[in-house]
């Protein structure tokens, strides 16, 4: 069965603190994705990688950053988090060679700034 | 670019045929639509997917007219466990520099 896991379900942090989401798949995947998800605004993409050390900026990579040291680990960092950036984060993978090819999701993390 | 539009919300009743609609005007040569459906507190899953005219699946069917501006995702016969945000998804084709673009979600509630 295939599986991607999210270090935390629920993450509360204060503003100015650095923050890391940690993201792992153990189907082999190449591609892995960050997304933020927003009341109204659906998904919108952060980042996405499409191989170990490669990265891809989405469509709000403002404040944030990632790294991707192994194939199957992702990590999401918030250099110094604001308020504005508390929202569910939800990781994904997918398997090449098309990047809308099924992804698949993690269970997300809930992350409040204070 | 493209931009997805989907409803805000939707309901119907068990046993009935749900068909959701997304608007995609400025969808780009090599783009894909993909649909999505998510539970509270859970990721999305992928439903299905298609490029043009009609794909059909075990759990759902997606039309694709000629113009490929729209989609129409089909839920034959819905139970209560059916009710979920449903996402369609357009892009990830080079022509739109790969760029992946989600509408806003649809809520889907069946009522007994």
């Known amino acids: 069965d295939v599986k991607v896991t999210q270090s935390s379900r629920y993450l509360v942090k204060r503003t100015g603190e650095k923050v890391f989401l940690e993201c792992v798949q153990d189907?082999?995947?190449?591609?892995m994705f960050w997304y933020r998800q927003d009341p109204g605004l659906g998904l919108r993409l952060i980042y996405f990688?499409?191989?170990?050390?490669?990265?891809e900026k989405g469509d709000i990579p403002e404040g944030y950053s990632v790294s991707r040291e192994k194939k199957e680990r992702f990590s999401l960092i918030l250099e110094s988090a604001s308020t504005n950036q508390t929202s569910m984060y939800l990781c994904?993978?997918?398997?090449?060679?098309?990047?809308?090819?099924?992804?698949?999701f993690g269970p997300g993390t809930r992350l409040t700034v204070t | 670019l493209a931009k997805t539009t989907q409803p805000i919300s939707m309901d119907s009743y068990e046993g009935q045929e749900v068909n959701i609609t997304c608007s995609h005007n400025?969808?780009?040569?090599?783009?894909?639509i993909t649909w999505y459906q998510q539970f509270p507190s859970q990721g999305p899953r992928f439903i299905i997917q298609?490029?043009?005219?009609?794909v059909t699946n075990e759990v759902a069917s997606l039309f694709i007219p000629a113009d490929r501006k729209s989609s129409t995702l089909s839920l034959p016969r819905v139970s209560l466990s059916d009710t979920a945000v449903y996402y369609c998804?357009?892009?990830?084709?080079?022509?739109?520099?790969?760029?992946?673009?989600w509408g806003a979600g649809t809520k889907l509630i069946i009522k007994p």
């Open positions: 400025n969808i780009a040569t090599n783009d894909y």
């Open positions: 189907m082999d995947h190449e591609n």
């Open positions: 998804l357009v892009g990830g084709g080079m022509d739109s520099n790969y760029q992946l673009i």
């Open positions: 990688s499409y191989d170990v050390k490669m990265k």
């Open positions: 994904a993978s997918s398997h090449p060679p098309s990047i809308n090819y099924e992804q698949y």
């Open positions: 298609g490029y043009k005219t009609k």
